[in-house]
């Protein structure tokens, strides 16, 4: 008896000293190229991009380009769109925020940094509508995430720029959660997080419906 004290009581500080285990996930974009690093404790994992590996000699037989496609399109992700982002808002902000809530702010992110500078050259008009759709949403998330996580210098600028073309982000962020704290929030907010997402790749997925042609009888 007194040996399974000793040892339910090891197993409890060996939870406990896990559950204060501190991981860190760093992201850095410039140029169009982003950078992703995982830390855990003193250590630290370069997660992206995968560092190259040294080319074999013998040389590869290249595959035809029916096979080169199939492969890429079947492992890819569905992008959502505007729409998509609006609903995820709206169906997934409420967990969440319950969830961040439990925490006490347990979540810290430091340093947050970004530019979001969209591309206005092709369409003035969409480029200054979406630049004021992402203004009104740093607005409108920033003050919530706040009150729920550590942010202690938070710089997010939005601008447009009418002389490119393409929509251009720069920055840097890091976010750091104590390991107990990001099963907390797993366990409150992954469901539904992870039925939308697979509801978004399904319906995606799904092949579109299209209406036989209709056939007029001749003898009629």
Same mark, same amino acid.
């Given at each position: 008896?007194?040996?399974?004290?000793?040892? @339910?009581?090891?197993?409890?500080?060996?939870?406990?000293?896990?559950?204060?285990?501190?991981?860190?996930?760093? %992201? %850095?974009?410039?140029?169009?190229?982003?950078?992703?690093?995982?830390?855990?404790?003193?250590?630290?994992?370069?997660?992206?991009?995968?560092?190259?590996?040294?080319?074999?000699? %013998?040389?590869?037989?290249?595959?035809?380009?029916?096979?080169?496609?199939?492969?890429?399109?079947?492992?890819?992700?569905?992008?959502?769109?505007?729409?998509?982002?609006?609903?995820?808002?709206?169906?997934?902000?409420?967990?969440?925020?319950?969830?961040?809530?439990?925490?006490?702010?347990?979540?810290?992110?430091?340093?947050?940094?970004?530019?979001?500078?969209?591309?206005?050259?092709?369409?003035?008009?969409?480029?200054?509508?979406?630049?004021?759709?992402?203004?009104?949403?740093?607005?409108?998330?920033?003050?919530?995430?706040?009150?729920?996580?550590?942010?202690?210098?938070?710089?997010?600028?939005?601008?447009?720029?009418?002389?490119?073309?393409?929509?251009?982000?720069?920055?840097?962020?890091?976010?750091?959660?104590?390991?107990?704290?990001?099963? %907390?929030?797993?366990?409150?907010?992954?469901?539904?997080?992870?039925?939308?997402? @697979?509801?978004?790749?399904?319906?995606?997925?799904?092949?579109?419906?299209?209406?036989?042609?209709?056939?007029?009888?001749?003898?009629?």
């Amino acid at each position: 008896m007194r040996l399974l004290i000793i040892i @339910l009581g090891i197993l409890i500080v060996l939870l406990t000293l896990i559950s204060r285990l501190r991981l860190g996930l760093l %992201a %850095a974009i410039a140029g169009g190229e982003p950078t992703l690093s995982l830390r855990i404790g003193p250590a630290s994992i370069h997660l992206y991009p995968p560092r190259k590996e040294a080319s074999s000699a %013998a040389p590869v037989p290249e595959e035809p380009k029916e096979i080169r496609v199939k492969k890429k399109t079947e492992g890819k992700l569905v992008k959502p769109g505007l729409s998509d982002l609006k609903d995820a808002w709206t169906v997934l902000w409420p967990p969440i925020r319950r969830a961040l809530a439990r925490t006490r702010r347990g979540i810290r992110i430091d340093p947050l940094d970004l530019s979001v500078t969209v591309g206005g050259a092709e369409d003035p008009a969409e480029a200054a509508r979406t630049c004021g759709m992402l203004e009104m949403l740093v607005w409108t998330v920033m003050p919530a995430l706040e009150q729920l996580l550590v942010i202690p210098h938070p710089h997010i600028h939005v601008g447009v720029d009418f002389d490119v073309g393409k929509t251009r982000l720069d920055g840097t962020a890091a976010i750091t959660i104590r390991l107990g704290t990001l099963a %907390a929030v797993a366990l409150g907010a992954g469901i539904p997080v992870l039925r939308w997402f @697979l509801k978004l790749q399904k319906r995606d997925t799904q092949p579109s419906k299209e209406t036989p042609p209709t056939t007029v009888d001749a003898h009629a």
